[in-house]
């Protein structure tokens, strides 16, 4: 599902909190860094609000965000061929969805591949497609960075954080199988 042109009044702020969150180098990502191994508490900067709130309304009742992450891709950077699934047990079941808001996409600078199917997307489009889907980027021809905000949603599981741990655990909050 593709969502045209969502447009955000707070750009100027995401770019200013963008340069206070930590990337690095990710095994899937090429020519460009991603902030998936920081523990991200997206929700402590206020300025993803309307970017989560839309993904969680398109991924449908009950799904919450279990993952929240900032890729950026440089010139010839992308993200290698992969899907998004589970390693816990009691959560193989459990409806995943993935989502991806384009918020900096220069002309030529690549466009997403899902089960071998091109979707060509422009700055300020967001598309939700089930996780287990295999799917990658093109190329960023351009000599500008493109940015994405990435999430995964479960249905009726909750990202808990564990204060004894320092470390978030998904707890299955409504039996939705």
Do not use: C
Not at 15 to 44: A, C, F
Not at 54 to 64: D, R, V
Not at 119 to 135: A, L, P, S, T, Y
Request: proline share 2%; charged share 30%; hydrophobic share 35%.
């Amino acid at each position: 599902m593709i969502h045209r042109n969502f447009k955000l009044k707070n750009r100027n702020q995401i770019k200013e909190v963008l340069k206070k969150i930590n990337v690095d180098n990710h095994q899937l990502v090429e020519k460009g860094y991603s902030s998936y191994s920081t523990v991200l508490d997206y929700e402590k900067f206020g300025v993803f609000d309307k970017i989560i709130e839309k993904f969680l309304k398109l991924a449908g009742k009950n799904f919450n965000i279990v993952d929240f992450w900032i890729n950026i891709y440089f010139k010839n950077g992308y993200v290698k061929k992969h899907n998004h699934t589970t390693s816990i047990k009691k959560l193989e079941k459990v409806p995943l969805k993935t989502g991806v808001y384009y918020f900096e996409k220069p002309r030529n600078s690549g466009n997403i591949v899902i089960n071998n199917r091109l979707i060509k997307v422009r700055q300020e489009d967001m598309i939700i497609f089930e996780g287990k889907n295999i799917h990658y980027s093109e190329k960023n021809l351009s000599v500008f960075p493109r940015i994405i905000f990435s999430v995964n949603m479960m249905k009726g599981v909750q990202k808990i954080w564990n204060e004894k741990l320092q470390q978030y655990n998904l707890e299955i909050t409504k039996n939705e199988l």
